[in-house]
């Protein structure tokens, strides 16, 4: 599902056309799991949203 919607995005211009996409999965999801497996902070609102903010620097497509 996750794969799809970053499809669209891409689509739709976005999100850069040169971005690997699964990695791009990765790059989101892991760090959440990673705190869940080990136990390393909370999932707050707060920390998913810093993740996602400085995930879409890098991912967004920039107009110029």
């Known amino acids: 599902m996750a794969l799809a919607v970053f499809q669209e995005a891409v689509r739709r211009g ?7 996409l699964e990695a791009t999965i990765d790059l989101l999801y892991a ?3 990673y ?3 080990m136990g390393t902070g909370s999932l707050s609102d707060a920390y998913i949203d810093r993740l996602f903010d400085q995930a879409m620097d890098g991912l967004l497509q920039r107009k110029n």
């Open 35 to 37: 705190r869940l497996q």
């Open 14 to 20: 976005e999100l850069r056309t040169d971005i690997d």
């Open 31 to 33: 760090p959440m799991y």
